[in-house]
Nanobody, 123 residues
């Protein structure tokens, strides 16, 4: 099973930026589509964005379109999430996951999640 470590979260003011990273220990990283999800307190986990195994296709939820950018570096087994123009409603724990498909993003291992990384956006 793939081991995931998310990092890069923190406290930022509205309008600021953060770059999240997700490092995978699996040797099959480049074979998978990858996505980012988030879960705010009291809410269901929701899909934010996804990228195909070779990076030629992406998906963005409407509420992050134009602000967030997903990318991947298969040589580093890492997927990134660049978040710009952050809003207080972006406050959540952010998780990455290997996917069955890019759209709609569906986790390959729905019962396994990393520890996530907390993003807090102050107004």
């Amino acid at each position: 099973q793939v081991q995931l470590v998310e990092s890069g979260g923190g406290l930022v003011q509205a309008g600021g930026s953060l770059r999240l990273s997700c490092a995978s220990s699996g040797r099959t990283f480049s074979n998978y589509h990858w996505g980012w999800f988030r879960q705010a307190p009291g809410k269901e986990r929701e899909a934010i964005t996804a990228i195909s195994f070779n990076g030629d296709r992406t998906y963005y939820a409407d509420f992050v379109k134009g602000r967030f950018t997903i990318s991947r570096d298969n040589s580093k087994n890492t997927v990134y999430l660049q978040m710009n123009s952050l809003k207080p409603e972006d406050t959540a724990v952010y998780y990455c996951a290997a996917l069955i498909r890019v759209y709609p993003p569906q986790p390959l291992f729905p019962d396994y999640w990393g520890q996530g990384t907390q993003v807090t956006v102050s107004s």
